[in-house]
């Protein structure tokens, strides 16, 4: 196998942690948007929780493109 070639199939693999990722996010903020409907008094403390979760997973999938683009770039 080429490195050229093996140097892209590893970059695509990197970026199967934004599925993960995606799916993540989704269930973080779906569950946010449903506890906020059951109890609309709670609303500040879900938001601060749900942003804040949000914001790691967000920052795994940066790790990932990052990773992706280094594995692309590398000699």
Known sequence: MDV??????GAGLATFALF???????KI???ACESIGRNPG???DLFTIAMIGGGFTEAIGLLAFVIAFMILISN
């Open 42 to 44: 709670a609303k500040k």
């Open 20 to 26: 993960g990722v995606g799916l993540g996010l989704g």
């Open 4 to 9: 050229a070639a093996a140097r892209v199939i």
């Open 29 to 31: 903020f779906s569950s």
